[in-house]
C-alpha cells in the first residue's frame, strides 16, 4: 500500500512539478525567486548539485534571507564533498532558524568530514533532540563519543536507543556496537 502511495506521489506530483521546474529553470533569464526556489529544489533531488547551487545564488542575490536556498546550497556542497564550503551555508541557515533533523545531521556529518569531532558531537546530539529515532545518527554519535573517551556516554545512548527498539517490539540495533566499545573498541 506505502509503495502503491509513493509512485502515484511521485507520478502525479513530482513529475508535473519537475517538467515545470525544468522549463522555468532553462531560462537563463528567469530571477524570479519562485523560479529559483523551483530551480534549487529540482536540482538537488536531480542529483544536480552544480546546478542547485547555481540558481540557490541567485536567489539569494535577490533574499540574501532566504533559508531554503542557504539549505540547499549548505546540502549541495555537502554531497559534493565540497565540506568546507558548506559550512558558512550551514551557518547561515541555522542562524535564518533552520531548525531541522536534516539541516542538523547534515551539519554535523560535515563537521565529522573535516575533522571536527566535538562539533559534529555537539549537532548529532541536536539532531537527536528533534529525531531521536534516527538510527544512523545514532551510531555516528555513539561512534565519535567512543573515539572522545566517552565511552560510557555511548554505551547509555547506544543502550537507551536499542530500549525503545524494544519496547516497540522491535529488534535491537547496536547489541554489537555496545559490546566492540565495552571491549575497548570504537
Do not use: H
Not at 76 to 101: D, V, W
Not at 164 to 181: D, N, W
Amino acid at each position: 500500500m506505502i509503495s502503491i502511495l509513493k509512485y502515484l506521489f511521485l507520478g502525479c506530483v513530482c513529475i508535473p512539478f519537475c517538467v515545470y521546474a525544468a522549463s522555468v529553470c532553462g531560462d537563463p533569464k528567469s530571477t524570479d525567486i519562485k523560479n529559483g526556489n523551483d530551480c534549487y529544489v529540482t536540482g538537488y533531488v536531480a542529483g544536480n548539485y552544480e546546478k542547485s547551487i547555481s540558481y540557490s545564488k541567485k536567489v539569494l542575490l535577490k533574499d540574501a534571507n532566504n533559508v531554503r536556498a542557504n539549505v540547499f546550497i549548505a546540502f549541495s556542497y555537502m554531497r559534493m564533498a565540497q565540506y568546507k564550503e558548506a559550512i558558512p551555508y550551514f551557518k547561515r541557515s541555522i542562524e535564518l532558524g533552520a531548525q531541522t533533523y536534516d539541516v542538523y545531521a547534515l551539519y554535523g556529518m560535515t563537521l565529522e568530514a573535516l575533522g571536527d569531532s566535538n562539533g559534529a558531537i555537539k549537532w548529532y546530539k541536536q539532531t537527536l533532540i528533534i529525531a531521536p529515532n534516527l538510527s544512523d545518527v545514532t551510531g555516528k554519535l555513539a561512534s565519535l563519543l567512543a573515539k572522545n573517551g566517552d565511552k560510557n556516554e555511548a554505551i547509555e545512548l547506544l543502550e537507551k536507543y536499542d530500549a525503545a527498539q524494544v519496547q516497540k517490539g522491535r529488534t535491537p540495533k547496536f547489541q554489537g556496537q555496545i559490546m566492540t566499545i565495552k571491549e575497548g573498541g570504537v
